[in-house]
Structures are given as structure tokens and as C-alpha cells.
T-cell receptor, first 114, second 110 residues
């Protein structure tokens, strides 16, 4: 039982490059989330998927797209990376379809855009 | 949307002392309040949570109190140990988003 698995762990991009962050959970959770964490700002929601087949914007969605591939997998895509997207990205999941139960986080992806 | 304010941003205590971290929230409909601990370079992990139908919850050396009228909740750690050193985040929900406080860096000095 691996929980929430994110890949890659580290990535360096040049401005304008694209990449996809992968996330998979094996807990049969319904809802999945992508957060970014910047120093002094806590975690901010980028996109979420309350159930398979649905996605919605969070607090800071600009510059990102997501795909809920199936119940297990939720990917985050940066189409044209910018230095402002340098951050640590966390995928999370929760059993319910509302945000009223514990979030289970992956180990994070540290992204640097130069 | 929900705003979550967390204080203090840094806290240094002597081993064995107590530590208290406070959070306020704005959405009166919020009904679930978790606390996460994040060690350096690691993922956030839930340490305790409370729902709005109770005022206090304890788990060994950790407790959380909730005042729904005043819209604030607090984390209390007693008999602190060096392994309690980490960043602690409070959070409160708004619709389908969990809004996090900016974090408190707790240092426990041996």
C-alpha cells in the first residue's frame, strides 16, 4: 500500500518548456488535489477533481492544466513554464467528495524554472 | 472565500515546555479543522483534527480546541520534545478547497 505516489521528485525546466507531473493513489479515494507550496505562503490549491471525470479550478490555476485519467491517477501539466512556477508541488487525495476529511499527501515534486 | 490566519510564524521553546499555535478563519460554514505537521523536506501529515460539533480533542501530548463563535482554533503541544520540531499548518475548508495557514516553524531546544 504505497498511498499517494508522485513523479518526478525533482525537475529543472527552462522558461517555455512543458512537462507533466504524475500522481497516483492506491487508497480508492474519490477526490484528488494539486497544491503548490511556496515559502511563507502555506499550500495553495491549483486544481482538484472531486470524482473521476470531473476537474475544477482552485485558488491559483493560471498556467496549469489537469487530467483525471481514471480514479487512481491525476496529472498536472505546465504547458509553458515560467520562473513564477518554481515551487514544490504536492498531490493529495481524500476519501470523500468534499474537503471534510483528512488529506493524504504525496512526497512532492520540487520544480525549478530558470 | 476562506481566509486562514495563523500565529505565530515562528516559535521556539525549551524541551519539556508547552507550545500553542493559533488560527482564525472567516467562513462560518467551515466544519472541519485539521492540523498538519511537515518535517524538513517531507510531505505534510495529519496529526490531529476536530469537527465543529466538539470543542476539544486530545491525542496524547497533542490537543486542539475550537471556538466556533469566535472562529478560532488552537493546537496545544505539551511536554515538547526535539522531534516535535517542524512546521505546523492549520487548515479550514471552503466548498471544495482546504485553505491552509502560512505555517508555524516550531523549534524545540534540548
Amino acid at each position: 500500500n504505497a498511498g499517494v505516489t508522485q513523479t518526478p521528485k525533482f525537475q529543472v525546466l527552462k522558461t517555455g518548456q512543458s512537462m507533466t507531473l504524475q500522481c497516483a493513489q492506491d487508497m480508492n479515494h474519490n477526490s484528488m488535489y494539486w497544491y503548490r507550496q511556496d515559502p511563507g505562503m502555506g499550500l495553495r490549491l491549483i486544481y482538484y477533481s472531486a470524482s473521476e471525470g470531473t476537474t475544477d479550478k482552485g485558488e491559483v490555476p493560471n498556467g496549469y492544466n489537469v487530467s483525471r485519467l481514471n480514479k487512481r491517477e491525476f496529472s498536472l501539466r505546465l504547458e509553458s513554464a515560467a520562473p513564477s512556477q518554481t515551487s514544490v508541488y504536492f498531490c493529495a487525495s481524500t476519501l470523500g467528495q468534499g474537503i471534510n476529511s483528512p488529506l493524504h499527501f504525496g512526497n512532492g515534486t520540487r520544480l525549478t524554472v530558470t | 472565500g476562506e481566509n486562514v490566519e495563523q500565529h505565530p510564524s515562528t516559535l521556539s521553546v525549551q524541551e519539556g515546555d508547552s507550545a500553542v499555535i493559533k488560527c482564525t478563519y472567516s467562513d462560518s460554514a467551515s466544519n472541519y479543522f485539521p492540523w498538519y505537521k511537515q518535517e524538513l523536506g517531507k510531505r505534510p501529515q495529519l496529526i490531529i483534527d476536530i469537527r465543529s460539533n466538539v470543542g476539544e480533542k486530545k491525542d496524547q501530548r497533542i490537543a486542539v480546541t475550537l471556538n466556533k463563535t469566535a472562529k478560532h482554533f488552537s493546537l496545544h503541544i505539551t511536554e515538547t520534545q526535539p522531534e516535535d520540531s517542524a512546521v505546523y499548518f492549520c487548515a479550514a475548508p471552503t466548498y471544495n478547497d482546504m485553505r491552509f495557514g502560512a505555517g508555524t516553524r516550531l523549534t524545540v531546544k534540548p
